[in-house]
């Protein structure tokens, strides 16, 4: 999985490319810790790229939502395919973020 990061506005921006799995999460979960330790308050996870998530992708964004809960942060999530899409709604964390249908729709929106 690729990560690229931007910063928009006071806005993180994680753009996720590949598969997100017991393979990979690794790379996102240090990645969200760093942010979250930093205290960035607002990251947007772009998954316009990513092509399969995993409970191990699940997991990492759970915990990283504990955590930037505590710093009164927020993650929000765009563009998912409908595939990844359907796991969030299988797993019920559709409740668990603000999901934006791209990557500028949240941008807009997070402000």
Do not use: C, W
């Not at 960035?40 to 998530?53: H, P, R, S, T």
């Not at 359907?86 to 249908?101: D, K, N, R």
């Amino acid at each position: 999985m690729e990560i690229r990061t931007e910063n928009v506005n006071s806005i993180v921006i994680l753009s996720l490319k590949g598969r997100l799995d017991i393979n990979t999460h690794a790379q996102l979960e240090a990645e969200l810790n760093n942010l979250a330790t930093a205290g960035q308050a607002k990251v947007l996870i772009d998954f316009k790229d990513l092509e399969y998530i995993s409970s191990a992708g699940l997991r990492v964004l759970l915990t990283a939502a504990k955590q930037f809960k505590k710093i009164n942060g927020t993650i929000a999530l765009a563009a998912l395919a409908p595939t990844v899409r359907q796991v969030f709604e299988i797993s019920g964390f559709t409740s668990l973020f603000p999901l934006y249908a791209s990557r500028e729709e949240a941008l807009a929106k997070i402000k």
